[in-house]
DNA sequence: ATAATTCGTAATAACTCAAGTTACATGAAA
DNA sequence: TTTCATGTAACTTGAGTTATTACGAATTAT
């Protein structure tokens, strides 16, 4: 079953977008999220109806941060993608006459919704500047795990 | 992303041949999970592994069932399908050299693998007794709303 | 033995859906 | 008015599943 990554690209965008200070054209991002600028724009459009960015055109133009990464988490992220299915397992046939696949469904519906909302809980805990703040942890690490060789 | 419904339509196919007395042919199944009687086989060969059905060949064979409903799970019926993936989200790259990527995929594994610790935990709950249990306090009802108009 | 039944499985075809691509229109800046 | 950049519709590609076909192997009944 294929994996939808397009929320783990789209916070991997707005991280980079963040500290890149400037606009970044959906060129720029396509390479960061190594895809190509129709499919970032087609991904960022949802984003920007929701307000957390926004575009502009012609030169100097490109998709910029328009939100507080204090107060955006990554529930909303996702709701703005569209709130994708969360789940690669489901039930066959969603309202079945069959009393046997009715009890089997009513028992997988119920786990499901427990972990999703879970997730999404979870998700509400996480905001991106709490992303971006452990960005910056591991690239002060990083940097001192490598900058110095004294110190390996 | 189109669901993978096997699961789902496993367990209705053993609730079905508990039922059923007699050995089901690959037919009979194909018939109730709305496929054919390739895929059942399969699908049905996981648990055959597990040991949770038995196949026989020739006239009068089929699949039969080779467990006790109490002792086994709905967690146990989905490991002999091969712990197909849960979920439909993921990350883009597994393993990033990029630092805020490295950042975005454990802030959402962390998620995803809280939820699907309560999923299993949830699967792991439910027996096929249970399922069993539960279609015939469906069937019961439906008999009593349908069967008697004097109590409609 | 022989015919009929049923599973086992490899090979392949058909389908589905997301991602990628092309093409062109729109708007902004210099 | 040229250039840069997004907006978007239409179309192509590609990966992954499911369905189908075809044939082999095992079992039962006669």
Request: with cysteine.
């Amino acid at each position: 079953m294929k994996r939808d990554s397009r929320l783990s690209s789209v916070l991997h965008a707005l991280l980079h977008m963040e500290s890149h200070g400037k606009p970044m054209t959906s060129e720029d991002l396509a390479t960061c999220m190594s895809t190509n600028p129709v499919v970032v724009r087609r991904t960022m459009a949802g984003l920007r109806e929701s307000g957390f960015v926004r575009s502009d055109r012609g030169p100097n133009g490109g998709w910029s941060i328009a939100c507080d990464f204090d107060r955006v988490t990554l529930r909303d992220i996702n709701a703005a993608l569209g709130e994708p299915a969360l789940f690669a397992v489901g039930n066959r046939h969603e309202n079945p006459a069959c009393l046997v696949e009715q009890a089997v469904n009513a028992a997988l519906d119920d786990a499901f919704d427990a972990a999703e909302a879970l997730l999404l809980e979870r998700f509400a805990t996480v905001t991106l500047a709490a992303l971006a703040a452990d960005f910056r942890r591991r690239f002060a690490r990083h940097k001192s795990e490598n900058g110095t060789k004294a110190h390996a």
